[in-house]
């Protein structure tokens, strides 16, 4: 009859385990691929816009995905004080191929497309009831039905709000005037030099016609000295 070691009834259940961390790891590189790769929507950089009551607006998005796309599905909603109005809908087939649009509202215009990944809208003659949060829903039936929605603000205004540009006037001023400054100090060291120049120069040259005329006198009053000192044959 075997014997059984301690160890014995530990070793399937290692395995297990082992394997286990073995699938979990897998499943979270798949997931986290999927996650980077999957379908995003975006409104761009700015989230929101002020426009005049009676103008036109252009309601941005845009979607992407690495994996590609089939049967996109994607609508513009607005949020009116907490109902979900449907502006428009649409899917998109694949790749490049356009979509059919239904639209819902008699002032929005769908001018995205399919070739830019642009699904985005026009809002004609806005007013003030226009006003509130639109959203860009998208669904990619390629990543499981894989959604993303991105939201975009709408403010209608009677007019547009003058930019204060105190700050940047002083900021622009004070920045001007230091250059200035350090321009004129750059000249005036400049002119300082050169006639410090002209001063060593000047001065080289006396020192050099005085000591040149010392030299002379000096070796004529020597020559008379020598001439009084020689005596008669």
């Known amino acids: 009859m075997a014997s059984m070691d301690s160890t014995g009834p530990s070793v399937p259940g290692r395995l297990r385990s082992g394997d286990l961390l073995h699938a979990g790891l897998a499943v979270a590189l798949l997931l986290g691929a999927w996650s980077v790769g ?9 989230s929101s816009i002020e426009a ?4 036109t607006v252009l309601l941005p998005c845009t979607y992407s995905s690495c994996i590609g796309i089939r049967n996109l599905y994607f609508r513009w909603q607005c949020n009116a004080n907490g109902t979900l109005l449907k502006y428009c809908d649409a899917e998109i087939p ?8 239904q639209v819902f509202h008699e002032r929005v215009e769908f001018v995205g497309s399919s070739k ?4 985005s809208i026009l809002l004609w003659n806005i007013t003030f009831d ?4 639109y959203i860009c829903f998208a669904r990619n039936q390629k990543e499981k039905n894989r959604n993303h929605s991105a939201v975009f603000t709408l403010i209608v ?10 700050l940047t006037v002083i900021i622009v001023s004070v920045v001007g005037g230091v ?16 006639f410090l ?15 040149g005329n010392d030299n002379t006198e000096n070796g004529l009053s020597g020559a008379k000295a020598d001439n009084k000192g020689t005596p008669k044959a």
């Open 157 to 166: 205004v009677n007019q547009l709000s003058e930019v204060d540009n105190t």
């Open 94 to 101: 694949q790749e490049g191929v356009e979509p059919k649009v």
């Open 116 to 119: 830019t990944n642009n699904i």
């Open 38 to 46: 999957g379908l995003e929507v975006s409104t761009g950089k700015v």
């Open 179 to 194: 250059i200035g400054l350090g321009i004129i100090v750059m000249v005036i060291k400049a002119l300082v030099v050169h």
């Open 52 to 55: 005049i009551n009676g103008s």
């Open 197 to 211: 120049l002209k001063d060593d120069e000047k001065n080289k040259e006396c020192l050099v016609s005085s000591s």
């Open 130 to 133: 226009d006003a509130g949060d």
